[in-house]
């Protein structure tokens, strides 16, 4: 099985300010046949289900504001909030979809400092 | 658009089972492009996806629960749902159905639209 592994667990990030969060993948991602990786971010505020940002690792989402960029291959990747708005408080969890069981990393909780 | 609508017993009893629902709204669970699947997030920690479906195809369950999980889908009232049979403490969490997007080839993509989420505590 492939594990994520994220990181910080936890952070906090001025208004106005960047946001990185890292994951990494206990074994690549990229599908050879149409170079893509089969990696997702989701943002899940409480109470709320998780939302899909970023799919195929940079991919972003209708809708989602263009401060959310996904970036990495293969094994490594990073989800960057720029100018860190107050509604962006969540927990931000990633996602392979290369293989079952399709798992999540435990998430990084992005708090405003 | 889709809106998925979570449904079922709150509070399920150690050893029994627990069964979900899920309604599908402003779309059709006989889409060719998704499978419907069910995910489960216990509270603190990561989701878990259980398993899913394609309208008109076997189920496929994680590994972790196969044993103890079915996953049907009722095209006439556009609903799929879940069965979690002798189910323990360690079950309980935030039951999610959700959409998920699929290859023409049948390769799983991400999961584009949720459903609210469900609260299942297992207690006597």
């Known amino acids: 099985d492939i594990e994520m592994t994220q990181s910080p667990d936890s952070l906090a990030v001025s208004l106005g300010e960047r946001a990185t969060i890292n994951c990494k993948s206990s074994?690549?991602?990229?599908?050879?046949?149409?170079?893509?990786?089969?990696l997702a971010w989701y943002q899940q505020k409480p109470g709320q289900p998780p939302k899909v940002l970023i799919y195929w690792a940079s991919t972003r989402e209708s809708g989602v504001p263009d401060r959310f960029t996904g970036s990495g291959s293969g094994t490594d990747f990073t989800l960057t909030i720029n100018s860190l708005q107050a509604e962006d408080v969540a927990v931000y969890y990633c996602q392979q979809y290369y293989s079952s069981p399709y798992a999540f990393g435990q998430g990084t909780k992005l708090e405003i400092k | 658009q889709v809106q998925l609508q979570e449904s079922g017993p709150g509070l399920v009893k150690p050893s029994e089972t627990l069964s979900l629902t899920c309604t599908v709204s402003g779309g059709s669970v006989r889409s060719v492009s998704h499978y419907w699947t069910w995910v489960r997030q216990p509270p603190g920690k990561e989701p878990e996806l259980i398993g899913y479906?394609?309208?008109?195809?076997?189920?496929v369950y994680n590994p972790s629960h196969k044993s103890r999980v079915t996953i049907s889908v009722d095209t006439s009232n556009s609903q799929f749902s879940l069965k979690l049979n002798s189910v323990t403490a360690a079950d309980s969490a935030v039951y999610y159905c959700?959409?998920?997007?699929?290859?023409?080839?049948?390769?799983?993509?991400?999961?584009?639209?949720w459903g609210k989420g469900t609260t299942v505590t297992v207690s006597s």
């Open positions: 479906i394609f309208y008109n195809g076997s189920p």
């Open positions: 959700a959409r998920v997007l699929k290859s023409r080839e049948g390769h799983v993509y991400y999961m584009d639209v």
């Open positions: 074994q690549s991602v990229l599908w050879s046949s149409d170079n893509r990786n089969y």
